[in-house]
């Protein structure tokens, strides 16, 4: 993806190429919100009570600035990370996002196939619309990884996981953050939560485990099904003890996502856990929560290098993808961004975001002097709570991240 920004500048600029959505991401959620009702649309845009942790996310962006460097001989760019193993083009994937049917008819089918042409790996949500199988069907070899929302029933938790492993997903995702749903006022101004009318539930209809618990099937009685979901989604009672439950039921790499204190990222790593994701789910979860990039650098201090750090929460540019890999992340997860352009234009308005991002990626790193996304370091940053130019490679200053763990 050598010179990616300008190949795809100089297209826009010459005309080559049309925009189906617009480049701004403040525009383009503006124009979802134009076309989507309201339950649709807050319930993706929302947050958790007062939004406080959404802006949180955004402001720790604000507070930690690119230095950059000059002289540096850009011309060449290396976007490439080795991840588990396996190297990919770009440090972007797309984040798990359950019931894109709300936004668009085709939902994570189109989204997995503009991941596939992009060749950015796409993480599939347990809440999707369509099973797990059908998405990997329209995606043939792109990496793929499954997310999992932990069920309270263990045979529904051990099918979906041995599913994940049949159907080509080379990872498995464990969202921690969600053992229920927060308090969204949005949502409960408009009585929205999309699942109690069959929307998002298609990995468990499907699921066999899920199935042998109804009197009907699904396709006779989707009431009983919906009132189902709703039974066993979630699991309140986990702890630490319960991830060799995972470890039993699959061969795949386990990440866990929702991490944001130093000490469960070394309670991870004890558990032999394969890499941990940095999130606060967006905002979506915990109101007044620490801003998801200020928890990050403190976080890779104590993992030091022993298993991956992901980033999630907040990703909007592709300067902030830039800062979090400065942070110390492997690699980043893109999320509200895309499901507007999913909104906007379907399979097309994905492609063009993942492009977009990519192509102010690619250029902000040349422009910061810097030529490959897998030397990123603390370096390149400063905190404005410090004021402070970074003079050399050194570890993060917890104290100026706001960090007082």
Known sequence: MNQYGNHVQNEIYQKKVRPSIPFRFEELEQRAREKLDDGPYYYVAGGAGGEDTMRANRNAFDRWQIVPRMLNNVEKRDLKVTLLGQTYPSPLMLAPIGVQSIVHPEGELASARAAASMNVPFISSSASAHSME????????????????????????????????????????????????????????????????????????????????????????????AILWSQVFGNARLTWGDLEFLRDHTSLPILLKGILHPDDAKLAIDHGMDGIIVSNHGGRQVDGAIGALDALPVICEVVNGRIPVLFDSGIRRGADVVKALALGASSVLLGRPYMYGLTLAGEQGVKEVIRNVLADLDLTLALSGQTSVSELDRSLMTNVRDGLFPSKKERPDTQSAGMTF
């Open 134 to 225: 059908e998405i990997a069907s329209v995606m043939g070899n792109s990496p793929r990884w499954f997310q999992l929302y932990w069920s309270n029933d263990r045979e529904i938790a051990a099918s979906m996981l041995k599913r994940a492993e049949s159907s080509g997903y080379s990872a498995i995702v464990v969202t921690l953050d969600a053992p229920m749903m927060a308090w969204r006022e949005a949502d409960l101004e408009n009585a929205y939560l999309p699942f109690l009318w069959g929307e998002g539930v298609g990995n468990y209809v499907s699921d066999p485990a899920f199935r042998s618990m109804l009197k009907d099937p699904p396709e006779v009685d989707a009431k009983a099904a």
